[in-house]
Nanobody
Framework: QVQLVESGGGLVQAGGSLRLSCAAS????????VGWFRQAPGKEREFVVAISRSGGSTYYADSVKGRFTISRDNAKNTVYLQMNSLKPEDTAVYYC?????????????????WGQGTQVTVSS
């Protein structure tokens, strides 16, 4: 089992940057793929980006390609989401999720473990 805690959210102007962190408990973090999802008010939760267990493969939603970068440090049990060139439409609660073998890495139902979320607000 793994517990996830997100941090790094906040209020930023359009065009600005934020770095989110997802810190995991447990000694087997390297055996989990990790995804970031977001949910804006009145909208469904949507996939943002994911990273494989080793960090060798990454997957991005079209809406964030070229602006967001995911990385992980398994020695620190942490996954990072660097968000640049932020837009007002990026405003949402961002969640990290983990699973040992997500078949559909962009599907939220594939992930067993979730953090509590961190709010990101981008002002225009």
């Amino acid at each position: 089992q793994v517990q996830l805690v997100e941090s790094g959210g906040g209020l930023v102007q359009a065009g600005g940057s934020l770095r989110l962190s997802c810190a995991a408990s447990g000694r087997t973090f390297s055996s989990y793929a990790v995804g970031w999802f977001r949910q804006a008010p009145g909208k469904e939760r949507e996939f943002v980006v994911a990273i494989s267990r080793s960090g060798g493969s990454t997957y991005y939603a079209d809406s964030v390609k070229g602006r967001f970068t995911i990385s992980r440090d398994n020695a620190k049990n942490t996954v990072y989401l660097q968000m640049n060139s932020l837009k007002p439409e990026d405003t949402a609660v961002y969640y990290c999720a983990a699973d040992q073998a997500p078949v559909g890495i962009s599907k939220s139902y594939e992930y067993d473990y979730w953090g509590q979320g961190t709010q990101v607000t981008v002002s225009s």
